[in-house]
DNA sequence: CTTGACATTCAAGCGTACTTGAAGGTCTAG
DNA sequence: CTAGACCTTCAAGTACGCTTGAATGTCAAG
């Protein structure tokens, strides 16, 4: 199997694929005689795995954690638990923050419909963006999700 | 008032003031003769407004648009509510997306708890994580909170 | 023999919001 | 007079996961 193949197969694009390996988590396929790589079967599993732990949240560097145990011929259980862990707990934290931004949202826009333009202080910029006290003091993040 | 305290007062670097001004998002301020930035007290107003609103979540980007506005004279009102449900609906969204993922992490770690590792196959890397239906579906991002 | 789809490497770019570093100037207190 | 706390500009670096571009090579079909 070549690169194109490996990667369509896995929903990647060929350049993820050499980045990866780039990165450490493929290991180096053997070549065609015109340097063209090769890839056994079992490559489709390991990218696989590196999407699907992509897709909980792992990032690549802990993903080679995770591959660098298992290619050492030890199970990675503890370091994958711990891992989930740590992530679950993330996420979660994530939700309460989100929760507390979305209420403050609506919130906003609450006191937005109530208010007419005409009334609008000239003197400041937007007093209905400040209005919310959560919002003076934190702020959660953006950055969407990516498809697996 | 000199960069550093109109920075602390808003609780930034100066650097970040250097920053917002270079973006249009802050006017610049006259000078000391020696060049130094001095800045009006409506300054920290202005900084206030610029924290406020990503702590909702806009851009710097979408916070220029609102400035913009206000600066040519306008109430921004209707650029305010526009950016915000956009935003609510994006924050809603999310809300979901990291719901399921939370599911999925609770019920990967549940998976976790019930198996031996000595059970483990080492054929395979880690099966416990590609376990969850939904893992196989889709993926949603990290990335963590700035503070405000 | 040519076209076109595929492959290679390497460096650089993207988005976001900044920070950091280098090289230097200014100002105040002791 | 000097230390040190502050200011200036400009370019480059950070995180993360890739993609893109340039320049080039390979290979099968028509």
Redesign the pocket.
């Known amino acids: 199997m070549?690169?194109?193949?490996v990667?369509s197969r896995s929903g990647?694009?060929?350049?993820?694929v050499?980045?990866?390996e780039q990165l450490g988590l493929l290991p180096e396929p053997p070549?065609?005689?015109?340097?063209?790589?090769v890839y056994p079967d079992v490559a489709i599993d390991r990218l696989g795995f590196?999407r699907a732990a992509?897709a909980v949240g792992?990032?690549?560097?802990e993903v080679r954690q995770v591959l660098g145990v298992r290619d050492a011929g030890e199970p990675p259980c503890r370091v994958v638990t711990d891992l989930i862990q740590r992530r679950h707990a993330e996420v979660r934290t994530k939700i309460v923050e989100l929760r507390r931004l979305e209420r403050d949202l609506a919130a906003v826009r609450a006191r937005a419909a109530t208010l007419n333009p005409r009334d609008c202080d000239p003197s400041g910029i937007c007093h209905v963006i400040p209005s919310v006290a959560s919002v003076r003091a934190r702020a959660v993040g953006?950055k969407e999700v990516?498809d697996v």
Chains 1, 2 share one sequence.
Do not use: D, K, N
Request: hydrophobic share 35%; aromatic share 10%; proline share 7%.
């Open positions: 070549r690169i194109r193949e990667a990647l694009a060929p350049s993820a050499r980045y990866y070549r065609t005689e015109a340097g063209y790589r590196i992509q792992l990032t690549l560097a953006r990516p």
